[in-house]
């Protein structure tokens, strides 16, 4: 929850706290009762702040999760594509040495 979002949700709290017992002082129910919804409607911008902060740790850890298994796989490709190469070159090798054995040239 970004600090503007806490500012505003506690100005809200406030204000339906002020209008709630503005409502009581002058039994007035209805100021009151706005009041106290203001209140509630502190609470929900308070609660909805602190799910998005959740959501974007939440994403954050299954994007860092995702970058690691993503280097791992590149990795194991590497790892992978130098022993084909290795082979490769010992297959060149092994056949030259077959060629000089034929022909006597390398």
């Known amino acids: 929850m970004g600090i503007n979002d806490k500012i505003n949700a506690v100005a809200k709290d406030t204000e339906g706290k002020l209008q709630a017992a503005a409502g009581e002082l002058t039994d007035d129910p209805l100021l009151k009762a706005k009041g106290d919804a203001k209140q509630v409607q502190a609470k929900v911008m308070d609660a909805a702040g602190d799910l998005g902060d959740k959501v974007a740790g939440a994403a954050d850890a299954v994007g860092d999760k995702v970058a690691d ?13 130098d022993a084909v190469g290795d082979k490769v070159a010992d297959a060149a090798e092994a056949i030259g040495n077959v060629f000089k054995g034929i022909t006597g040239k390398a």
């Open 69 to 81: 298994a993503a280097d791992a796989v590149g990795d194991k490709v590497a790892g992978a594509a």
